[in-house]
């Protein structure tokens, strides 16, 4: 069976006392009861010193919001996988639909950083997701397998194993839109079908798939229940301790 996995990425948010505030929240709430889940949080890059002290000893993993595919070298205001395995960073989020949009960011480039990541042996969460246009063009299919092909280009199958995928309908992200259960579930049966004929069914089974978009403790239990929804990336919610754990105790069920 599956670990679910509850993965915060707090985003452009939280400086140095916020980060504090929100993570010794979080610890006191986990405290009295802790789900069996994994919980990772994803703070800016500000941040990832002093968050992987303060939760030092707990349940909650330390994750990074992106990094560069290249182990160091002239690139001003880039960070490595060397650097954030130096701190700890046990998860980096790669793909975010963000960093494809703003930042320009290709599959080919997204494939680099997830090879580097394993090679420092750091889990990537490798992001996918189509548009509303695309959605809305019957391509979202199209789209997220060609995303998923070329993300894992090259990928073994033992550093498979080693990737938790994410699937992030843009449209979704940020907006208060959230694909219904059915619609989410749809996507990930197929990205799991897929990780099958790319590699085979045992393997895929083991691939953790996380949904990513407008996850509100509201509709957090019936997103995880479906069968090949394995748990969350949380965008706005983790920023508040209340939430994000009420998310986290969905997901425990």
Known sequence: MRKKIVAGNWKMYKDKSETIELISQLKEKLSSYTPEVEIIICP????????????????IFLGAQNMHSEIEGAF???????????FGVEYVILGHSERRSYFKETDEFINQKIKRAIEFDIKPI???????????????FDVVENQLT???SGISRIDLEKVVVAYEPVWAIGTGKTATP????????????????????????????????????????????????????????????????????????
Do not use: W
């Open 44 to 59: 800016p890059y500000t941040s990832i010193e002093l968050a992987g002290e303060l939760i030092k000893n707990s349940k």
């Open 76 to 86: 001003t205001g880039e960070v490595s996988g060397k650097m954030l395995k130096s």
């Open 126 to 140: 490798f992001c996918l997701g189509e548009t509303l246009e695309e959605r809305e063009n019957g391509k979202t």
């Open 150 to 152: 070329k993300g894992l």
């Open 182 to 253: 059915e619609q989410a579930q749809e996507v990930q049966s197929f990205l799991r079908t897929k990780i099958s004929e790319l590699y085979d069914s045992e393997i895929a089974s083991k691939v953790r798939i996380l949904y990513g978009g407008s996850v509100k403790p509201e509709n957090a239990k019936d997103l995880f229940k479906q069968p090949d929804i394995d748990g969350g990336l949380i965008g706005g919610a983790c920023l508040k301790a209340d939430s994000f754990y009420q998310i986290i105790l969905a997901a425990q069920f």
